[in-house]
T-cell receptor, first 113, second 114 residues
Framework: KAGVTQTPRYLIKTRGQQVTLSCSPI?????VSWYQQTPGQGLQFLFE???????NKGNFPGRFSGRQFSNSRSEMNVSTLELGDSALYLC????????????FGPGTRLTVT | DQQVKQNSPSLSVQEGRISILNCDYT??????FLWYKKYPAEGPTFLIS?????DKNEDGRFTVFLNKSAKHLSLHIVPSQPGDSAVYFC?????????????FGKGTHLIIQP
C-alpha cells in the first residue's frame, strides 16, 4: 500500500507571498493532520480534517488554513508568508480521527526569504 | 508550556545494549501515548503505542512502559542496532479517537555506537 505523499518536497517563497501544500493520505485513511516542525519548537499540530470537516485546530494564526476533498486528499495554505514560517510541514493520515496511529509523509520543506 | 517533555536531547548507546528513552507529561487528560522514529529528510515513522489502561506494551525489540502516577513513559530498545540511530519523538493524545491533535515532545537523538 502506498504511503502518504506530499508535494512539493521543497519550496522557496518570498515574504508576503502565499503557498499551497498538498497531501495524499494512505488509501482508505479519512483523517489527515498537518504539523509544523521547526528546530526550536519541535513538531506542532496545525489542524486535522476528517471527512472534509476540520475537527480541530492548533494554536496558529488565521494565515494558516486547510481543506480536505471528498477523496481525502488535503491541502494546506499559508498566506502572507513570514520568515518565521520557514519549516518542515508534515502531513499525517490515519484511519480514525486523532488519537489513532498516524502515518506521516516525508514533508514539504518551505523556505521563506 | 511544554506538556510533553523529553529531557535528553541526545543519547549514545553501544550496539547490542539496551537503549532507554524517557518522556514525561504534565496533562493528566492524556490517555494514549505513541513513539515515533525519524530519520533525516523523512517524516516520523510510527513505532509503538500504549493506552493508559495498560502499563506495558511490547512489539519485538521495542517495549513501552507507562507509569501514570509519575506521568512518565519510557521506550526500551533491546538489543540496540545501528539502524536504530534516529530521533525518537514521544507523543500524547487526550482521547483516542477524540478531537485533540497529537502533542509531541522535542525528540531525543539516539546514537548507536558500534
Amino acid at each position: 500500500k502506498a504511503g502518504v505523499t506530499q508535494t512539493p518536497r521543497y519550496l522557496i517563497k518570498t515574504r508576503g507571498q502565499q503557498v499551497t501544500l498538498s497531501c495524499s493520505p494512505i488509501s482508505g485513511h479519512r483523517s489527515v493532520s498537518w504539523y509544523q516542525q521547526t528546530p526550536g519548537q519541535g513538531l506542532q499540530f496545525l489542524f486535522e480534517y476528517f471527512s472534509e470537516t476540520q475537527r480541530n485546530k492548533g494554536n496558529f494564526p488565521g494565515r494558516f488554513s486547510g481543506r480536505q476533498f471528498s477523496n481525502s486528499r488535503s491541502e494546506m495554505n499559508v498566506s502572507t508568508l513570514e520568515l518565521g514560517d520557514s519549516a518542515l510541514y508534515l502531513c499525517a493520515s490515519s484511519l480514525a480521527p486523532t488519537g489513532a496511529e498516524q502515518y506521516f509523509g516525508p514533508g514539504t520543506r518551505l523556505t521563506v526569504t | 508550556d511544554q506538556q510533553v517533555k523529553q529531557n535528553s536531547p541526545s543519547l549514545s548507546v553501544q550496539e547490542g545494549r539496551i537503549s532507554i528513552l524517557n518522556c514525561d507529561y504534565t496533562n493528566s487528560m492524556f490517555d494514549y501515548f505513541l513513539w515515533y522514529k525519524k530519520y533525516p529528510a523523512e517524516g516520523p515513522t510510527f513505532l509503538i503505542s500504549i493506552s493508559s489502561i495498560k502499563d506495558k506494551n511490547e512489539d519485538g525489540r521495542f517495549t513501552v512502559f507507562l507509569n501514570k502516577s509519575a506521568k512518565h513513559l519510557s521506550l526500551h530498545i533491546v538489543p540496540s542496532q545501528p539502524g536504530d540511530s534516529a530521533v525518537y519523538f514521544c507523543a500524547a493524545s487526550a482521547k483516542r479517537g477524540g478531537a485533540d491533535g497529537l502533542t509531541f515532545g522535542k525528540g531525543t537523538h539516539l546514537i548507536i555506537q558500534p
